[in-house]
């Protein structure tokens, strides 16, 4: 689960993290008496939406040479004109894709006398099942690019749990960064706060691009971007209450609530599997045979009849599903669960692209039998591989 930036730069605050004063505005005519709460000289207007690149994104409805999604104003009047000119509109950056998102809250902050910009995350090592600090001098920049181009630039450690954060670990990111030694006393300091609230909060990444020292050598959180364990939010009532479904995918939110595993992508055939290896076995062999996957689906060992005809319906959902391959292997799974599920979706929201499917292991028999019996149009499929050519071809002619 991910917040804005407002939020988390207002949990970050509650632990001690020193972030700028800021206002959120959810209605352009609020926007005035907003940045006038804030002291200036100098007022910095966000788009608020999930994903980054927002300094360098364009909006759809965007003039030429327009500026993107985070402006400068030196007035109170000219913040509130860039906050009212940006709310409502599509904000397009690399992360978000062609089709771009929304913007329906600006968060105002205080300008920041900036004199150097580094960058520094907390996130879940899962090689090492531990919290890894990463940290770079080259803040404000595409960590990805940095890794490409200049990794030596780049230092990343995991704590061990047995100790936890110790103030050495923060002298080691201090040095790192070049430092002086105000700024290794702040860093030592900021590091605790910020690994304290990232297990105590159960979140997975915790990205701050950039870090910045300020010209009177002060250490400042400038962007925050908060990233958290969905598994983990029943003990997590205050962050689960920070949740923006706007900014998430109808179909993965549907998905969500009948504890389907979906993850909407951008291709033409629509997967429905058991089990997270035999899914993402599943979108291999698709690309192998020169199609794309339109999702990433497990439903789980222990689904049920309505649980697969839920599952159906989203995935015909998509208006980019072009055929749908249903690849089970009945373990726990049933094949005859999966097989009554697909007959009864289909009944209830029809039928208007190919369908194969492929059923395996537990109840096979009668799964198949079930599916042979009714009258829905299905294409059967001995195995993987068979499947997925029988269905690129359905789809591609």
Not at 278 to 283: C, I, S
Not at 361 to 376: A, H, M, P, Q, W
Request: hydrophobic share 40%; net charge negative.
């Amino acid at each position: 689960m991910n917040i804005h930036e407002y939020q988390a730069k207002a949990l970050l605050r509650s632990y001690g993290a020193p972030v700028s004063d800021g206002r959120v505005v959810l209605k352009a005519e609020d926007a005035k008496a907003a940045a006038g709460e804030l002291d200036g000289p100098l007022w910095v207007v966000k788009a608020q939406i999930h994903a980054g690149g927002r300094g360098k994104g364009t909006f759809k409805e965007a003039d030429a040479g327009e500026k993107g999604g985070v402006r400068l104003a030196k007035s109170v009047a000219e913040a509130a004109e860039e906050a009212k000119k940006m709310l409502g509109r599509t904000l397009v950056t690399h992360q978000t894709g062609p089709a771009g998102k929304q913007v329906n809250r600006i968060y105002i902050e205080d300008g920041s006398d900036i004199s150097r910009e580094l960058y520094l995350a907390l996130l879940v090592d899962r090689a090492t099942s531990r919290v890894s600090f990463v940290c770079s001098t080259e803040g404000g920049m595409d960590i990805e690019e940095v890794a490409a181009s200049t990794p030596e630039k780049i230092l990343s450690f995991s704590v061990d749990p047995a100790t936890g954060y110790m103030p050495y670990h923060g002298r080691r990111i201090a040095f790192a960064l070049g430092l002086d030694k105000q700024g290794q006393k702040e860093c030592v300091k900021l590091m605790g706060i910020l690994y304290k609230a990232f297990i105590e909060r159960d979140m997975e990444m915790l990205e701050i691009n950039p870090l910045i020292v300020m010209e009177n050598g002060s250490l400042k959180v400038l962007d925050a971007k908060l990233g958290f364990d969905g598994n983990a939010m029943y003990r997590q009532p205050e962050v689960s209450e920070l949740r923006d479904v706007t900014e998430e995918d109808p179909k993965e939110l549907e998905a969500s609530k009948y504890d389907l595993n979906y993850i909407a992508l951008d291709g033409e055939i629509g997967c429905m599997v058991n089990g997270a290896g035999l899914a993402m076995a599943t979108m291999d062999i698709i690309k192998l045979y020169g199609a794309e996957p339109a999702n990433f689906l497990d439903v789980g060992g222990g689904a049920t009849k309505e649980k697969v005809t839920e599952a159906f319906k989203i995935i015909t959902s998509d208006p980019n599903v072009k055929g749908i391959l249903v690849n089970i292997f009945g373990g726990i799974m049933r094949c005859d669960v999966i097989a009554e599920g697909v007959v009864a979706a289909v009944k209830e929201v029809g039928l208007q692209v190919p369908l194969v499917v492929r059923l395996e292991g537990t109840n096979v028999e009668e799964g198949k039998r079930i599916i042979n019996e009714s009258d829905v149009d299905v294409i059967a499929a001995d195995d993987l591989k068979d499947g997925a050519q029988k269905i690129v071809k359905a789809v591609k002619g």
